[in-house]
């Protein structure tokens, strides 16, 4: 089984910054594309960007400029760094990851969330 874990959420007010972090556990062969999702209230799931293993990153054009995303393969670990942050960011953070696991067979995994929320 594998397990993907968000940190780093909390309050902040507009304009301010934060780092998330995913991290993922279990019997991980490697790890192929992981990517950021984030959901606000009553409306639908949106991407944010995705990074390959190889360091290939997209971004959502609502977050370009503001948002980076990177990783560290050795620790199996994802970040997302905002800068800048609006009231319209509020929202719960998911990380999900495409891993090929110790008996060779490639799934995705999704994070539970972390929450984040811009307000004064």
């Known amino acids: 089984q594998v397990q993907l874990v968000e940190s780093g959420g909390g309050l902040v007010q507009p304009g301010g910054s934060l780092r998330l972090s995913c991290a993922a556990s279990?019997?991980?062969?490697?790890?192929?594309?992981m990517g950021w999702y984030r959901q606000a209230p009553g409306e639908q799931r949106e991407l944010v960007g995705t990074?390959?293993?190889?360091?290939?990153?997209n971004y959502a054009d609502s977050v370009k400029g503001r948002f980076t995303i990177s990783r560290d393969n050795g620790k199996n670990t994802m970040y997302l760094q905002m800068n800048s942050l609006k009231p319209g960011d509020t929202a719960v953070y998911s990380c999900?990851?495409?891993?090929?696991?110790?008996?060779?067979?490639?799934?995705?995994?999704w994070g539970k969330g972390t929450l984040v929320t811009v307000s004064s």
């Open positions: 999900n990851a495409v891993v090929t696991g110790r008996n060779y067979n490639t799934m995705t995994y």
């Open positions: 990074i390959t293993s190889t360091g290939s990153i």
């Open positions: 279990g019997r991980i062969f490697s790890i192929n594309r």
